[in-house]
């Protein structure tokens, strides 16, 4: 494992604008709209090499699907070994590996306590 492996959080939301207005302004400062296929993003300002954080439209905070608000994404050299780890160890996937565009690949898995949790590579 990676020392320091979590590289990305997701923060779920009902209300995308309210929320962006929100954290610009605890944060003081803008968040940054991602281009990535078929998904809203917007991120704290980040560079690639040092994966930081983002919020995403589409799932919202407490949705019967997750009861959790917060989605964690550990870094992989590539999510698809650790991925096939996941179902091995007693968990199961949510959503197996995809493209997030530019922005690399991720996986959706549970583990055995039903924590949803996010594996991210850039291959």
């Not at 078929?38 to 997750?66: H, V």
């Not at 991720?106 to 850039?122: A, C, K, P, Q, Y």
Request: charged residues 25%.
């Amino acid at each position: 494992m990676k020392p320091n492996p979590a590289v990305w959080f997701e923060i779920y939301v009902q209300n995308l604008d309210r929320a962006k207005k929100f954290y610009e302004s605890v944060f003081q400062g803008k968040l940054e709209r991602l281009n990535s296929p078929g998904i809203e993003m917007w991120a704290f300002p980040m560079e690639m090499k040092r994966i930081g954080r983002r919020r995403r439209a589409g799932q919202d905070a407490g949705s019967s699907l997750r009861r959790q608000q917060h989605l964690v994404y550990f870094g992989c050299e590539d999510g698809s070994v650790e991925e096939g780890r996941v179902t091995k160890s007693g968990g199961r996937i949510h959503k197996n590996k995809f493209s997030i565009g530019q922005y690399g690949f991720i996986s959706l898995v549970i583990d055995t306590e039903g924590n949803m949790f996010g594996l991210h590579s850039m291959k």
